[in-house]
């Protein structure tokens, strides 16, 4: 597949809707906020949205928009930004209804539109995995983010019990898709609610850890949201203590330094 066919795949996928995006159902900005916030429970603990009051915060794929809104109303000042129009108006009708300020951009996550040393926040939950170049995007990440500024990143972890199980297992063997697909292939095609994205990847901490210490200082990579994949039941909570690192879900909190590092500080 060649890189423009897989970029306009990979947007002909996102525009059939965002998830959280509840596209066709009558369901108001309260019992989507509701419904985010219990399914994900560990969000406002790990996030503090509460935290940047005051703060310039770029939400990169901002998706139907309830994260962007839970910092708005927690007093951040915030641009919601996402590649797709779908997504970008499902986040200023949320904004609208929920009666928050809206600064919607649509724009490519790897040529940002914005000035450098522009923001204090950016947040991406569930976003640079679907994102071929993604140290591109990244670069972008750290030229717009303030010299101490925060970034905060949701990708998925390979060492999860959903993708070990949900996808590898019930997917790859028991199915029988590995006998004609790679693990990659069916990492796609099983990765969304919505069967066949174009492109999804996986990271150990480890990997997460090193793809972000060359533009970033890192703070943690944590593991949360305990959940397994059922073939009739997707996002079924197991009960298992975050110290086994299990989740679906890695955390990746970092601050852009204040002075430009050497090569040899970026390895370390």
Request: aromatic fraction near 10%; glycine fraction near 6%.
């Amino acid at each position: 597949m060649t890189e423009m066919k897989k970029g306009k795949d990979i947007m002909a996928f996102w525009e059939q809707g965002p998830p959280m995006g509840f596209i066709g159902e009558d369901m108001s900005y309260e019992r989507k906020r509701e419904f985010r916030y219990s399914l994900q429970d560990y969000m406002n603990d790990t996030f503090k949205f509460d935290s940047f009051n005051g703060k310039l915060v770029l939400e990169l794929g901002c998706g139907a928009g309830i994260d962007s809104a839970e910092f708005a109303r927690n007093g951040a000042s915030v641009v919601s930004s996402d590649f797709t129009q779908i997504a970008t108006q499902s986040t200023k009708s949320l904004l609208e209804e929920a009666q928050l300020p809206a600064q919607v951009v649509r724009t490519d996550a790897t040529s940002l539109p914005f000035k450098n040393d522009t923001f204090d926040c950016v947040y991406s939950f569930g976003v640079l995995h679907h994102i071929p170049d993604v140290e591109r995007s990244l670069a972008e990440i750290a030229r717009t983010l303030k010299p101490g500024g925060q970034v905060m990143v949701m990708l998925y972890n390979h060492d999860s019990l959903l993708y070990g199980y949900s996808i590898v297992y019930l997917r790859g063997i028991k199915d029988g898709l590995l006998e004609h697909s790679t693990m990659e292939e069916i990492l796609d095609q099983y990765s969304e609610r919505k069967e066949d994205n174009p492109h999804t990847l996986v990271y150990t901490k480890e990997e997460a850890k090193a793809l972000f210490s060359q533009y970033f200082e890192v703070n943690s990579v944590e593991v949360r949201y305990n959940v397994i994949d059922l073939p009739q039941q997707r996002k079924v909570r197991v009960n298992l203590p975050n110290e086994y690192e299990l989740g679906w879900h890695l955390i990746i909190k970092c601050q852009k330094p204040t002075k430009v590092r050497t090569q040899s500080e970026v390895r370390r």
